[in-house]
């Protein structure tokens, strides 16, 4: 590996770092008042009452139990991760909504970060990367940020 190689991985390295931690900021900043807020609307159906997600112990049934979320169809499959999350949250902190809220947001940066290296990665390919080489980590930057600061639900 050359110098040269070195010091653009070294280069991106630290683009990367400011990346997640410029999308980590933005994203506490635009949703840290919603650590205080309570349950709305469907969660007291879909969480806080709901046995399959209020669990008590980590027990291979109730893992099980959290994957089939759904109490009008206990035999099918239903939002497996996001039961799992929330059953994981009971575990921690029952139904106090600070933890859910905490989980959703790193996930939310999680998701945001993978985006970014994504778009920066396809940018990059040898088809466009001689048409966006000098832009391609901004405009993979700034798309992770407008993706991170839209709200899906704008009701």
Request: charged share 10%; with cysteine.
């Amino acid at each position: 590996m050359s110098g040269c190689e070195s010091e653009t991985q070294i280069s991106f390295c630290r683009k990367f770092l400011f990346s997640s931690a410029a999308l980590a900021v933005i994203l506490c900043s635009i949703y840290a008042n919603s650590f205080d807020c309570g349950w709305h609307l469907d969660d007291f159906h879909s969480v806080t009452g709901n046995p399959n997600i209020q669990l008590k112990d980590l027990t291979w049934a109730g893992i099980s139990k959290s994957l089939h979320s759904d109490l009008n169809y206990p035999e099918k499959l239903y939002r497996p991760l996001t039961g799992l999350t929330f059953a994981l949250n009971s575990i921690v902190s029952g139904t106090n909504p600070f933890s859910y809220h905490l989980v959703n947001l790193i996930i939310h940066w999680l998701s945001s970060v993978f985006l970014f290296l994504f778009l920066h990665q396809t940018l990059n390919l040898p088809s466009l990367h001689r048409k966006n080489a000098l832009s391609s980590y901004s405009i993979a930057l700034l798309g992770a940020t407008l993706w991170a600061v839209n709200p899906i639900q704008t009701q």
